[in-house]
T-cell receptor, first 114, second 117 residues
Framework: GNSVTQMEGPVTLSEEAFLTINCTYT??????LFWYVQYPGEGLQLLLK?????DKGSNKGFEATYRKETTSFHLEKGSVQVSDSAVYFC?????????????FGQGTELSVKP | GAGVSQSPSNKVTEKGKDVELRCDPI?????LYWYRQSLGQGLEFLIY????????KSGLPSDRFSAERTGGSVSTLTIQRTQQEDSAVYLC???????????????FGQGTRLTVV
């Protein structure tokens, strides 16, 4: 079945460091890919998405490119801030069933130190 | 409402008791999902509704878990004879139905933190 694998955390970086969180997926068909973020004490919210191969999603300085050839959707940010500390979830939309059930990776905790 | 609303926000129950968790999705969202987030774990899919029907119940952990949705709106997740391993945050999300390969954004509620003692 469809699945998502993320790099394990926690990831600890200093402010202004470069961030990469790896995400790979297994899917039949052509799913859409998402990154969700969960800030401390808050609910999950969409960070960015890409709906087809070679699309780049971007938001708040984060970006991720849908790579069909490597089945990847790695999250990157050039210069992280303390406020980026959160848990990041990679997800795909499972279109095997009618509708768009989301399948999530296990989450990667990011901690940014001043 | 403005967002997905879940109640209660916190629930402490004794082992063996039944609990009901409620989700009010965003108005007009026909798709509704329940997920479970255990300490140190990722998001575990439980069940997905499209309208009032549940085309995918594959994530329900056991027959103690059930869910229903009425009027294409409110959903209730029921856990019977709760066990300590049921302790987790139960998240509800809603979205517009998928449109081909367009994918859909899911909007999440704040969750219900269930503690079984």
């Amino acid at each position: 079945g469809n699945s998502v694998t993320q790099m394990e955390g926690p990831v600890t970086l200093s402010e202004e460091a470069f961030l990469t969180i790896n995400c790979t997926y297994t899917a039949t068909g052509y799913p859409s890919l998402f990154w969700y973020v969960q800030y401390p004490g808050e609910g999950l919210q969409l960070l960015l998405k890409a709906t087809k191969a070679d699309d780049k999603g971007s938001n708040k300085g984060f970006e991720a490119t849908y790579r069909k050839e490597t089945t990847s959707f790695h999250l990157e940010k050039g210069s992280v801030q303390v406020s980026d500390s959160a848990v990041y979830f990679c997800a795909l939309s499972d279109l095997d069933n009618q509708g768009g059930k989301l399948i999530f990776g296990q989450g990667t905790e990011l901690s940014v130190k001043p | 409402g403005a967002g997905v609303s879940q109640s209660p926000s916190n629930k402490v129950t004794e082992k063996g008791k039944d609990v009901e968790l409620r989700c009010d999705p965003i108005s007009g969202h026909t798709a509704l999902y329940w997920y479970r987030q255990s300490l140190g774990q990722g998001l575990e899919f439980l069940i997905y509704f499209q309208g009032n029907s549940a085309p995918d119940k594959s994530g329900l952990p056991s027959d103690r878990f059930s869910a229903e949705r009425t009027g294409g709106s409110v959903s209730t997740l029921t856990i019977q004879r709760t066990q300590q391993e049921d302790s987790a945050v139960y998240l509800c999300a809603s979205s517009l139905p998928g449109q081909g390969v367009g994918g859909t954004e899911a909007f999440f509620g704040q969750g219900t933190r269930l503690t079984v003692v």
